[in-house]
């Protein structure tokens, strides 16, 4: 959507279906098992190792515009990744850029039931989650604990997503 933005912007514009469509097809070229983290695992990446960190990054709202794209300093558009601060893990845009999928379908109470030690999150269910706000998102919605739900074929273009590969 946004062609100015050159080579190194984050994919957006995608739902949780085109981008299981894409896994596959990139898994079967690389022989790697790439996969869509789940939203434990990315809310514990985006508080850079699990630490209470409100936005990916910093806990001060002051200080999100050095970690974050989000409406008050983005234009109104994705930025190349990379150009803000990293979380304290050292991954880049975790807040604001883009929404990010997970693996994880959408259970309103599922985590006040859920294991203590990575959860995997509902069996099964209508929406999967998206974390991590976007460009055209507030302070608010570029809090590390908040989620949001969608149909999987559903797609904004302030959708985005991230993978994982596990470690061998």
């Not at 100015?4 to 981008?19: A, K, L, M, R, T």
């Amino acid at each position: 959507y946004f062609k100015d933005c050159g080579d190194n912007c984050p994919v957006q514009s995608v739902s949780w279906n085109d981008i299981q469509g894409f896994i596959n097809k990139l898994n079967q070229k690389t022989g790697k098992n790439y996969r869509l983290p789940t939203e434990a695992e990315w809310e514990y990446a985006a508080r850079s190792g699990g630490k209470s960190e409100k936005y990916s990054g910093t806990s001060n709202e002051s200080e999100l515009s050095d970690y974050a794209w989000y409406t008050d300093n983005s234009g109104n558009k994705t930025h190349p990744v990379g150009q803000k601060k990293p979380n304290g893990l050292g991954i880049y845009d975790m807040s604001g850029n883009v929404w990010e999928w997970v693996n994880d379908w959408y259970g309103s109470d599922y985590y006040k039931n859920s294991p203590k030690d990575n959860p995997k999150g509902a069996n099964s269910g209508s929406y999967r989650v998206h974390c991590g706000g976007s460009w055209v998102n507030g302070a608010r919605n570029s809090r590390t604990a908040l989620r949001f739900r969608f149909y999987p074929d559903d797609w904004l273009i302030n959708f985005g997503f991230r993978l994982v590969l596990p470690a061998k």
